[in-house]
Each structure stands twice: as C-alpha cells, then as structure tokens.
C-alpha cells in the first residue's frame, strides 16, 4: 500500500500528493483528477513534475520541500 500526504487540491477537485512506496521509500507524485476529467489517477517521477510546471500543485512541493529545513533563529 503506498503511504501518501495531500500537497494540492484544485477549486475544480484534482488533488495531488506526495507518495512514498513503503518498501523502498521510493518517493512520487499521484495526481487523481477529478471525476468529470476521467479521475484515472497517475503516478509523476519528482523530476518530471518540477520540470513541467509552475502550477499551484508545484509550489507546494516546493514549500514542503523547505519546510524541512531548519533555519537558525539568528538568519
């Protein structure tokens, strides 16, 4: 079962997350569009989905990725 956490959600209902295979913690985008778009869910590698856009979805990979940087209180 992949293990995932929501990044995006579209006021039109696609939805993004960051998946993550538990066996090999091998980490991808899944991207499930809404129903009247078809909402056949597919898997993005990382590199893939930074590449082919600046979207919303995109920013907030980008913001999650950062938040796991500490900054020293004197930065």
């Known amino acids: ?18 998946g993550r295979e538990p066996t090999n913690g091998h980490a991808f985008i899944i991207h499930q569009p809404n129903a009247p778009s078809g909402g056949r869910q597919s898997h993005i590698e990382l590199g893939e989905f930074l590449r082919s856009g600046d979207g919303p979805e995109h920013q907030a990979l980008l913001r999650l990725i950062g938040s796991l940087v500490e900054v020293p209180p004197y930065a």
């Not at 079962?1 to 960051?18: C, H, I, K, N, V």
């Open 1 to 18: 079962m992949t293990e995932r956490r929501e990044l995006y959600r579209s006021p039109s209902g696609d939805a993004w997350f960051l």
